[in-house]
């Protein structure tokens, strides 16, 4: 269910307000100095449809709300920023191009998969090789907290160097690392 609200909810948001913003514009309702093309419509559509849930989880914090509640809004919120980022990239590209035919939507929606699932997979590299890291600190405990934090920021860099979703990768970095590493790091570590 939070695949569906970040996803669909998020593109339903994109495509619905990216439509308003351009009829407003064409229809003369809003005076604008240069036209505006459907393009530019649904980047700005994107840019300003990634909802920020900081003041609900505050509240949710607060008085103390069903957890599976928390967890929806929390999942949504963090995915729905990857879907956006996906989607601003690709209408950026749409809007250098003349025309947009229907094989660059094609590339679009193959590049959200890409960037999505690319994520995921160096999030779960990184994950493992965080594991197999900490194996072997028997010996220098120190280092541990060091592994930890450096690994799952260096998942994020090279998610973001190849252009893929740091986002999801360092969730799915946190996830591996939360199952795999936390069994090999000493209490003192923790």
Not at 43 to 67: C, G, K, M, Q
Not at 83 to 99: D, I, K, N, P
């Amino acid at each position: 269910s939070i695949l569906i609200f970040a996803v669909i909810g998020t593109l339903w948001n994109v495509f619905t307000l990216g439509l308003c913003i351009y009829a407003v514009c064409s229809w003369g309702w809003v005076e604008v100095d240069v036209p505006l093309s459907k393009t530019e419509a649904f980047l700005f559509a994107s840019i300003v449809s990634a909802v920020d849930p900081v003041a609900v989880l505050a509240v949710f914090e607060e008085i103390h709300v069903n957890e599976l509640l928390h967890i929806l809004v929390f999942g949504e919120s963090i995915l729905n920023d990857a879907v956006t980022v996906v989607l601003y990239r690709m209408f950026e590209a749409f809007a250098s191009q003349e025309t947009v035919t229907g094989e660059d939507i094609g590339i679009g929606v193959g590049s959200f998969f890409v960037v999505s699932l690319g994520g995921l997979g160096i999030g779960i590299t990184f994950g493992i090789l965080t594991a197999l890291l900490t194996r072997f600190t028997d010996h220098v405990r120190v280092i541990e907290p060091i592994a930890v934090l450096l690994m799952g920021y260096l998942s994020y860099l090279c998610a973001e160097l190849f252009h893929l979703s740091g986002i999801v990768c360092i969730i799915f970095t946190a996830i591996v690392m939360k199952h795999y590493v936390d069994v090999n790091v000493s209490r003192k570590s923790r």
